[in-house]
């Protein structure tokens, strides 16, 4: 069974830092892509960084320079460190894994979310 659980979300101040892991069981995480994503009420949820098995990174226009994506792969984990944190970026944040299956398909796995609540 695959599990993604997040930890790390909290109440921070403006211009903070949080640290988010993601602990990934049932799979071999070096073989998937993961991702950390953010959703607020009424919005779709939107993409915030994502890291290869070759940790190519890619992020969100909104949080560059801010955060940093990583993985430690021997302990399937996830990491999502943000600083410099504002407002906007009060949301509740997922871990996802994903890789393509042999017909190119997106198999997908989520984490159960964790907020982040960024406040004075």
């Known amino acids: 069974q695959v599990q993604l659980v997040e930890s790390g979300g909290g109440l921070v101040q403006p211009g903070g830092s949080l640290r988010l892991s993601c602990a990934a069981s049932g799979i071999i995480s070096n073989v998937y892509v993961m991702g950390w994503y953010r959703q607020t009420p009424g919005k779709q949820r939107e993409v915030v960084a994502t890291?290869?098995?070759?940790?190519?990174?890619n992020y969100a226009d909104s949080v560059k320079g801010r955060f940093t994506i990583s993985r430690d792969n021997a302990k399937n984990t996830a990491y999502l460190q943000m600083n410099g944190l504002k407002p906007e970026d009060t949301a509740v944040y997922y871990c996802?894994?994903?890789?393509?299956?042999?017909?190119?398909?997106?198999?997908?796995?989520w984490g159960q979310g964790t907020q982040v609540t960024v406040s004075s």
């Open positions: 890291i290869t098995s070759g940790s190519f990174t």
């Open positions: 996802n894994a994903y890789r393509l299956d042999m017909a190119s398909t997106r198999v997908n796995y």
